[in-house]
């Protein structure tokens, strides 16, 4: 009851922008793997069966599947006598090399379950459990779309990880609305930075991450199209590519680099998808600690500042 049918994925149906046959297609195929991702985490005796299941699909849409995987996990984990061990389980075995992916799938879990059935922010890494709200975000932007984006909706207070955090907390789940605009506006780059403008102007730099995110992760785009995002971004370049290599690096790490992960990296990046990457690795923080901003923020700033040097574009 609480899995969206694959129906609530379509264009049509979510009422999102169609600009060709052809990005329709992949974005309602993204929904439908990620809803069979879903079901294959719900349905496997194990996660080795899980895993045998999801490494069938697609390398282009695998990472999608491991997603929905992890919203799977994650409503088990929330629903009473569903054990609270799944999602660690899974990412401590065969999901371990796409745990950026999963995190973002909790977040979709969490948005459909009460609050106290939340996860405890303990049980993940201290500094990618940010993606979890990442995928809240996305969730609330693609369902709750009139509320979240047109109304620009933001809640205050927002307790987890904790309410101490609830500023940055709004930050990160911009970051997932910004992934969401990919779809929503349906790949067309003048809507998504149009309806970016919209918004007020502090939000912006997440919103160009969550975008540079799902614009090289899913593409839908040719190198020209690309180009131009980032030249609307203007002084949010190095957030966009900051997601950019953000993306590269979830594809590169689970093995399902495709080419036109190349094509993005160097359109925003201005780099190869495998040196984007690498940088996201170079310059992660080896002990995470937590000041005035959150670890994973400065952690974003340093690959947004390291990709724009080295790909020498500017600011």
Known sequence: MLTPDVSETTLDKRGFHKKSPAAQELLETVGEKFLLGYAHAVEARSFEQAEEWLERIPEQFRGFAYEGAGMGYGMLDGLPGGGRSHITGFLDGPG?????????????AMARLPRFRWPSPADFDPLLRWLVLDGYGFHQAYFRTDRYVRQQYQEQGFPWPDKAR??????????????????????????????????????????????????????????????????????????????????????????????????????????????????????????????????????????AETVLAHGGVEK
């Open 166 to 303: 609830s500023g940055y907390a709004l930050r990160a789940i911009d970051q997932g609305i910004g992934r969401a605009l990919w779809f929503i506006c349906g790949t067309d780059v003048d809507l998504v930075t149009e309806t970016i403008a919209g918004f007020a102007p502090e939000r912006h730099g997440d919103l160009y991450a969550g975008v540079g995110l799902a614009s090289t992760y899913a593409c839908g785009v040719d190198a020209d199209e690309l180009r131009k995002l980032a030249e609307f971004a203007g002084p949010h370049r190095g957030r966009l590519a900051q997601g950019s290599a953000f993306a590269a690096e979830a594809r590169v790490r689970a093995g399902l680099l495709i080419p036109e992960t190349e094509v993005a990296t160097t359109a925003i990046c201005g780099l190869p998808a495998t040196r984007a990457a690498a940088i996201t690795q170079e310059v992660r923080p080896a002990v995470v600690v937590d000041r005035e901003l959150p670890a994973f923020e400065t952690w974003r700033q340093e690959i």
């Open 96 to 108: 371990e090399k796409h745990d950026y992916i999963i995190y973002v799938g909790v977040g979709w």
